[in-house]
Structure formats: C-alpha cells, structure tokens
C-alpha cells in the first residue's frame, strides 16, 4: 500500500507519499480500507520531532480515519467486511489501510458521506473525554475554549450546548468570531484585540468560568487560572504557546482549583481512562446527535492526501476553520 511517511524531521515538505508495507489484522482488530483522515495539530508535532508516536504505534502519522472494513481479526464481533465506519487511531491515518482495535470504531453517521466522517472520531473523543468526563462539565456551568474556530473548538461549542452549558470562545478573527456566534457560542473574544481575563471578567460579573478548555499551554497559565471561578477546571491539551510557565499556587488555592494536563494519543486501549472507554461513551452521548444532524463536523477543506504538506501548511497558519481532510486518491 500507499502511505505518508517521514523520511526525516522537518517542514511540510518532509511528508512523503511512499509505498510501505500493509498492516496486519491481530486479534480483536479489524482492518480498514482508508477513504479519509485529518489533519491535526499531533500530526505536526510528529513531523517535526516532537512528538514520537506510542510504543507499538504506526509510524505513520495520522490519528483519525474513515472508510471501509476489509479485515476482521481473531475474536471479532458486530463488524463485518464491507462496514462503513469511522476510528481513532493512535497512528497510521495518512494510509490506503490501517489496522485499529475494534473497540476504538465507530458505525459511519447515516448523515454524513464517508469522507466527512474522517472529521468527527478525534475531536469527538478529545472534547468528551476532556470536558464531560475528566472535567465534569454539565447543564449551567460556564466554559472557555482557547481556539474556538479549530476543529476542537468547534466541536467544543456543539458538545457544550449538548450539555446544557454556556461556552465562551477566544479567537483572531471577525471572521472567526462570527463562525463561532453562529455555531453556539455566548460570546467570542478576540485575543488579537482584547484580554480574555477582562471579558471573562463582564461577561461572568467577576465570578469567572467553571471549565477551561486550553490548547496554549505555558503562555495562558495565568491568565487561565485569573479566568476560572471558584473550584473551576483548567483543562490542558495542547502546547502552542510554550511548554513551561509559572503557575501562581496562591491564586490557584484561593479559587480551589484543579490543572488537568491530559492526552488522548498515549492512553491505554482498555481500562475505565483508555481509548476504548472513551469511544464508548461518544457512541453512547455524542453519536445520536452526530445521527440526529444536532451536531456536526465543521469541515474547512478537503486536499488528496498525497497534498499532505499543504494541508499541513494550512492548519499552521491558522487560517482554517475546523477540520481539513485527507482524502485517498482512488
């Protein structure tokens, strides 16, 4: 088979469309025909050195995928040959065929075609094992996401108004903001323009938020902790603003706060934390509303993903919003 792969580390230009061997069907796996993955900010960091896939993970980049089961493994129930279906991976996306545990599968949504599929299984798992299931997010506590226009953010918005809560939004664009009001969001803050501790500051009457969905890391810390209100979560997923800050214990004891730093990417298959756990609770809260069309996967664009660099291109320059797409070419 056919696959993107990293003959060295570097700029967009290192992701190479290569013949590679084809993934074998263990036991409690199936095998998937690829008709599309995602772009997503871990793809990056891989191609750049920084972050090395799992211990038993596919090299090849990619953390998300759709397409057709041509495999079943020793063991498998409730797949067949010919499903169509949608899985997180922790790798081997950006491929004509990827092997992934059947635990960490989803049926396609009957709404969606299947490439757009590609765009729903990481943000999906990402935002509900991060905001419901670590943070305990819930109906009438408040939220702040940093990058509301990404993939993340605006799966975030849909997944708070599922709940029931009020979701606060930051963004560098008028263009941004008005995408992020139309999708569900009470407010959006323009990071370029504004301080989001002083907005969140209005917009709450100084009790500040409940939840802090933050993909900035070091550069927001303080301003995180001066946003969250008394026994609030701050919710670290990412680190595009730096990997070391300083963080004010005072402040934080003083609001009885907690600092979550959690991944996705490197959690177990199985256990009450791991991967398999997390699909399951998607599948049971998220997926009848992925069915019902309430919520949806934002797709910016579609590239043949043997135009993987520009994809990725794309995504660094942040003028996307939500998913861009990697479809195989046929």
């Known amino acids: 088979m056919y696959a993107i792969t990293l003959p060295s580390f570097g700029g ?51 953390l998300e995928c759709s397409g057709v089961i041509s495999g079943v493994g020793e063991g498998v129930t409730g797949w067949s040959v010919g499903d169509e279906v949608c899985a997180l991976l922790a790798g081997g996306g950006y491929a004509e065929r ?54 993340i953010g605006t799966m975030a918005i849909q997944i708070a108004g599922l709940v029931g809560a009020t979701v606060f939004v930051t963004v560098g664009s008028q263009t941004k903001r008005d995408f992020c009001l139309e999708l569900g969001a009470g407010a959006a803050i323009n990071y370029r323009e ?31 902790v001066s946003a969250l209100a008394p026994d609030g979560r701050l919710v670290i997923i990412g680190m595009q603003g730096g990997r070391k800050g300083e963080l004010d214990m005072g402040a934080l004891l003083a609001k009885r ?14 256990g009450s934390s791991g991967k398999g756990a997390v699909v399951a609770a998607v599948r049971e809260h998220v997926w009848p509303a992925v069915e019902s069309g309430q919520i949806r996967p934002i797709i910016d664009r579609m590239l043949p993903m043997t135009q993987a660099a ?16 990697l479809a195989v070419p046929r």
């Open 194 to 224: 504004e301080s989001f501790v002083e907005q969140i500051t209005t917009l709450t009457d100084g009790r500040g938020v409940d939840v802090i969905l933050d993909n900035m890391g070091a550069a927001y810390l303080g301003g995180n």
């Open 310 to 325: 520009e994809a990725h291109r794309v995504v660094e320059s942040s003028t996307h919003i939500g998913k861009v797409l």
């Open 98 to 151: 990827v092997n992934v545990p059947t635990v960490q599968v989803f049926p396609r949504p009957g709404r969606l075609d299947l490439v757009a599929a590609a765009g729903l299984p990481e943000v999906t798992c990402t935002v509900w094992s991060n905001l419901v299931m670590r943070a305990g997010l819930a109906a009438g506590d408040t939220l702040l996401v940093h990058g509301g226009s990404s993939g």
């Open 12 to 62: 967009p230009e290192v992701l190479t469309w290569a013949e590679v061997g084809d993934p074998s069907c263990g036991p409690g796996e199936v095998v998937i025909d690829v008709a599309a993955s995602a772009v997503n900010r871990a793809d990056i960091m891989q191609r750049q050195g920084h972050y090395p896939p799992p211990p038993g993970a596919s090299e090849i980049p990619g």
């Open 257 to 270: 706060g907690s600092v979550h730093g959690t991944g996705l990417r490197g959690r177990p298959v199985e």
